[in-house]
Every structure is written in C-alpha cells, then in structure tokens.
C-alpha cells in the first residue's frame, strides 16, 4: 500500500529535506505540510494521512499536544513519528504511542527503518491508546540517545568567504532570518552551514543557549539589558556590537522571569 504522509516542522527547510528524503521512499505519498500544531490538525482532517512525520517544538501546539489530539479521535487517527532536534522528549513520545522517534540532522536510511515500522504497524493496525515502551524499543531508545554527540567547542561561521572557527562561548546570539542561521559573536557576523536552529541548538550546551524565539537562540551570559514590552514580555539587548534586539516569545518569558528572578 501507498502510505499517505503528513510532514510538519515549523522550519521549511526541515520539511522540504524531509520531503526529498521521503521521494526515495517506495510507496511513500506526501499529500501535505503544515507549519505548526493547528495547521497540522486541520490538515489530518482534510488529508486524511496513515501516518504524520511530527516536530516537537512548534508554536501553538507542540508536537505532543498535537499527538494527544489526533489520540483522542474517534477514528482514523494517524500513526505518528516524532522528527526532532532533542533527546530529551523521547521517552515522553512513546508515551503518546508514536511509531518511531528521530533525531535530526535525519539520515536516509534511519528514515526509512521508521517507514517501514509504521508501514508494518499500519498494516496490522496493532496500536491502541496508551501504548506502551517494550524491550527492544527501550533498547533502541538507550542505544539512540547514547549515539548522541557531544557539545560543540567550536563552530564555523562563513563570513567574506572564509570559514572563522569561533568559541561557542563567544557567540552572543544565533537568528534565523529568511532560511539562513546568522552567528553573531563580538567580532564576527556569519552564516552557519547547519540547516536548521533546531540543528544548532541540540549540539551546544541548553544550560547556557536559549531558544526565547522561535528565530532566535541567545548566549543567556551575553544579555545586556532587558526591556518590558508590550503584554508582559521583554525585548533582550545583546552584548553584540549593535546591541540587537531580540524578542521573546510568550512561552519563554515566564522560564526567563523565573531565572532570573524578574
């Protein structure tokens, strides 16, 4: 059977690598792409897909939501395979009874070995609500996340066509701005080779990096100042040389407000 596939990622360029990847799939249908959780559920309405390729990190809904969601449907809900930057939500993903969870940057034939899970699911139609961490998929979740790499120490910004290898320690925000990943430090503005945010956040220290927009990931060590805006959030000035401006998002206020006892 042809397997009708919904890919969601708030990033367009993650979702069109993951369409490219799926085009070398046998009998693997793209039949749509939405951009967040609300856009995501509507689509399964109106698509009707076997099986959802779902982020994690989204606005309006985050990709569990969404899954609790398409779980307490009637009917025909679809099978689901998280696509993600961080390993620390697996556990919580197959609690929500998805099919498979990976990692990005998403390898071919590590895609394919999900398909082909959903496929042999969807087939026997053995899912139910609630479902449950066997032993080997305990086994493959361990084995995953001790596959994971190690912090970056370095990271190669392009700038006047040459690649600058710059401290992470140095870097004072990262944004994301019409599908490319600026890196600023104090003494270099570039472009990174990493294809998505996501990308970048997962191989730097979360202690240290936040991710307070959706297009924005901030060095919380080089905020210089923090203004009030409109509804209760705050613009960050930054230690760069043009003190940039990055909003924060609602759903990050509150973590910065706590952390830094505003």
Known sequence: MTIRTLVVDDEALA????????SNVPDVEVVGQASNGPEALTAVEALA????????????????????????????APHVVFVTAFDQYAIEAFNVNAVDYVLKPVEATRLEQAVARARRRISSDLTAPGGVIDGPTLERLIEMVARRPAHLQQV???????????QVDEIVHASLVDDVITVVTNTVTGTSNFRTLDELQARLDPAVFWRVHRSHLVNINKIKEIVPWFSRNYILKM????????????????????????
């Open 49 to 76: 897909p076997h099986l959802v390729l779902l982020d994690v990190q989204m606005p309006g809904l985050t990709g569990f939501e969404v899954a609790r969601r398409l779980l307490a449907r009637e009917t025909g």
């Open 15 to 22: 979702r069109e690598e993951l369409c490219f990847l799926l």
């Open 239 to 262: 230690k760069d040389a043009k003190a940039t401006e990055i909003p924060v998002s609602r759903s990050q206020t509150r973590r910065l407000r706590d952390h830094l006892r505003l």
């Open 156 to 166: 190669a910004v392009k700038a006047d066509e040459r690649f600058i290898l710059v």
